[in-house]
């Protein structure tokens, strides 16, 4: 019987997925749990497994192609099988509500989101073992299988897994409809022990992987799924440490004039509405980078972009990781409205509803760890921008100051230290140099943006 | 300590009893004359008189509501129904006076009365002597309920229901009147609402009462020797139900099957499954299974009233499928 193969939520977040390419042809024998074809989502690609067995019949979502979860991107089925009424109805849409499915349920869905992987034919019918109880006649022959196409588990499994740290889709369940047991479990842990235990001994490390660490019982360590997000920042800082020369230059700043520029500008708004110093940071780093357009670059290995806009990205700091949600031409745009926008930005990365335009292709970044207090540190280029400035805390220091007589004295400062991480491929250390002694000069007397 | 049947073993609670307790008295159809209709009351009317051993009409509803007025007022009857089949009569007086009357008198009156006898499925008894009420008592708030497998329980049991202030329903079986068992020699009350772990083991826990809990030990011992070790546990008492013992169980086995010979819908195993479920989710590995009797009348045919009772082979059946072998 020729089953509907639907886009399926990769992750609990996702909505919707590209098809990064096929890994099979239309008429190719497909084997369950084969990488059927990658899926692009909003972060990163993931392999779609083939929950259904037999020939490809058909690809309906070519590779490039945007596909909602649920919508159907392919047809498995028997060579020759009819498979036009499953086409038609992917074709129809959505449908009305039906009233047995839920008011919120499009008809549509219930239909193509279930990973067909388990049909009722694959497992004894309706078994009619003894001693059941005849009352509960409607008990399905199979486990139920979740919408979102992660694998049912028993509650066993489930909690067994979350104190092991082992995702669930790792596993293949031996339970009824394909339900993951306490048995798979056990297995699986004894099978990353096995693994472990041939990788110390390759390596000759003394001390063989303790029987513990396969005991449900015992303490273990943990190993914890890498969430999209995470893959995400792994991959793309890595790539960006690796291949970008990272350069380092570091100024003082003294911060009197910008923290009175804000006080006082808050101070006169009676609307409760006030300005962070992030904001008055990224708006005068634009000014500074418009005298100086190679820090807004990007490297394309043949040649260099120079942005026509500034877009700075702004690093916040999520429960699950790291975002940059970017703030579109901050140049152009005066202090009030980049603090609107960033308001905006952070409200809606925690609560995980930043979509792609909202935090990609920065050609700039700040970084700020003054709030913990960080005196300085250096911070990883985000690309494709070419330079990032690590921000750490605002800190009143003695500060040796030459007065117009030529004396010198001590004085009570509050201080910033800024440090600009430079891609040494498009940005040199001398130019590096000159935009920072602009942002500092701009920072310290705000005016100076005017000249 | 003396091997006795269950039969008596119960006449041995009452003969104590009675002995110990002036105001314990014994009242039913045929308890006097006859020796009871399952001779538990056997030899008591030759040794405590007509006073206190005492023959009724065929008036459940009558003769029991006799004693929980005899109870309110500081005696401590033992109503004898001939089997609970009979007592739906009785349904009222045991429903609304005698579990309800502690709390509506605001604990000015006791009610230390017990209603046992024969309840459950039989042979060759058919669709209206053979049954299993515990869900009816076992539903109300106001009473206990007990329902020995065993002699031994059945003797403490029955003790410690007499010397209750509460109404004590106590489930008897007519299949498990003739069965024997060690009862110890010296006086001994078994606690109201304590289960009892038969078995011990590792993979599985078997929950029943009664007489099935007899069927959960030969399951067990059949399924041992296929290497699946059951743990059995007799709940003894329906209310309170003891889910504490029955938890640690589950912590061990991650696994439950329930068995209980009524009908499936809203029984005392149901119940238990229901429980096991919602407190212990987490710890399931599968299912609670239930293995009650088929929601049909008993039918007549011999073969047929065995066919829809919970047995040994839908036992071992509902093991294995709580472990994924079947």
Not at chain 2, 14 to 36: C, H, I, K, Q, T
Not at chain 2, 197 to 216: A, E, M, N
Request: proline share 7%.
């Amino acid at each position: 019987m020729a089953v509907p193969v639907p886009m399926l939520a990769l992750s609990p977040t996702m909505t919707e997925g590209t098809i990064a390419a096929w890994k099979f042809k239309e008429g190719d024998e497909i084997k369950r749990g084969a990488v059927l074809c990658e899926v692009e989502t909003d972060k990163a690609v993931m392999d779609y497994e083939a929950g259904a067995q037999g020939t490809l019949l058909k690809i309906v979502a070519p590779a490039g192609s945007s596909v909602k979860v649920g919508d159907l991107i392919a047809v498995i089925g028997t060579k020759g099988e009819d498979i036009t009424s499953i086409l038609a109805q992917a074709s129809a849409g959505p449908q009305t509500p039906s009233p047995s499915s839920g008011p919120s349920q499009p008809a549509k869905v219930e239909e193509t989101t279930k990973p067909v992987p388990i049909s009722r034919e694959t497992l004894p019918a309706a078994r009619e073992a003894p001693g059941r109880a005849i009352i509960q006649e409607e008990r399905p022959a199979s486990a139920p299988v979740f919408q979102s196409g992660i694998a049912p588990s028993s509650p066993l499994a489930r909690k067994l897994a979350q104190q092991a740290g082992i995702d669930l889709r790792q596993l293949q369940g031996s339970g009824p409809g394909g339900r993951i047991v306490k048995r798979d479990i056990s297995r699986y842990l004894d099978s990353l022990t096995a693994v472990q235990g041939t990788a110390a001994q390759k390596s000759g490390v003394q001390g063989p992987v303790t029987p513990a660490a396969a005991s449900l019982n015992a303490p273990m360590d943990r190993s914890i799924p890498v969430s999209r997000l995470r893959q995400t920042i792994a991959r793309r800082l890595g790539e960006s440490m690796r291949e970008a020369p990272h350069f380092y230059l570091r100024m003082a700043i003294d911060m009197e004039h910008l923290i009175n520029l804000r006080t006082s500008y808050n101070q006169a708004r009676k609307d409760g509405f006030s300005i962070s110093f992030n904001a008055i940071f990224m708006k005068l780093a634009a000014m500074a980078i418009t005298k100086h357009p190679q820090i807004n670059s990007t490297w394309l290995g043949d040649r260099i972009l120079l942005h026509s806009q500034i877009d700075m990205a702004l690093a916040v700091a999520l429960e699950e990781g790291l975002v940059a949600p970017v703030v579109r031409d901050c140049a152009h745009k005066g202090i009030e409205e980049i603090e609107r926008d960033l308001r905006d930005l952070i409200a809606r990365a925690k609560d995980g509803n930043l979509k792609p335009e909202d935090y990609e292709g920065a050609t700039f970044t700040i970084s700020n760890l003054g709030a913990w207090g960080v005196e300085e540190f250096t911070a990883i280029i985000n690309p494709p921008g070419s330079a990032i400035l690590a921000l750490g805390a605002i800190k009143k220091e003695p500060v040796v100051r030459t007065d117009s007589q030529g004396q010198d004295s001590i004085v009570i400062r509050p201080m910033l230290r800024a440090t600009l991480s430079s891609d040494h491929r498009t940005i040199d250390g001398a130019v590096a140099a000159a935009f920072m002694k602009d942002l500092a000069a701009i920072w310290e007397d705000p005016a100076k943006a005017l000249f | 300590m003396a091997i006795i049947t269950y039969r008596e073993a119960l006449n041995r609670a009452l003969d104590e009893e009675m002995a110990r307790d002036p105001s314990v008295f014994l009242m039913g159809e045929e308890v006097a004359e006859y020796d009871g209709a399952y001779k538990v009351s056997k030899g008591l009317l030759a040794k405590y008189g007509p006073k206190r051993v005492i023959d009724t009409p065929i008036t459940e509803l009558g003769f029991t509501g006799i004693g929980v007025g005899a109870a309110q007022v500081g005696l401590r009857p033992v109503i004898e129904w001939m089997t609970h089949n009979f007592a739906l009569l009785a349904l009222d007086q045991v429903v609304n006076n005698a579990a309800k009357m502690r709390y509506m008198s605001g604990g000015r009156f006791k009610m230390p009365i017990v209603f046992r006898g024969p309840n459950g499925p039989a042979e060759f008894l058919a669709a209206q002597h053979s049954q299993s009420f515990a869900s009816y008592w076992a539903h109300i708030p106001g009473l206990k309920v007990v329902a020995p497998a065993f002699p031994a329980d059945a003797y403490g049991l029955l003790k410690s229901a007499i010397r209750d202030d509460d109404p004590v329903v106590v489930l008897e079986a007519e299949m498990l009147y003739g069965t024997s068992g060690e009862v110890p020699d010296e006086e001994t009350l078994v606690p109201i609402g304590k289960a009892n772990v038969l078995r011990t083991g590792s993979d599985v826990t078997l929950i029943s009462f009664s007489k099935p809990v007899r069927y959960c030990l030969e399951a067990a011992a059949e399924l041992d020797k296929e290497g699946i070790s059951a743990e059995v546990i007799d709940m003894r008492s329906l209310r309170p139900l003891d889910m504490a013992r029955v938890y640690q169980s589950i912590e061990k086995t991650n696994r439950a099957v329930v068995v209980d010979e009524a009908w499936p819908l809203a029984s005392v195993g149901s119940h238990i499954a229901y429980a096991i479920s919602h407190d212990r989710f987490d710890l399931l590995d599968a299912p609670v299974e239930l293995v009650a009797s088929h929601d049909v009348p008993m039918p007549y045919n011999h073969q047929l009233e065995l066919e829809v009772q919970p047995g040994v082979k839908k036992i071992i059946s509902a093991v294995k499928r709580v472990l994924y072998l079947e």
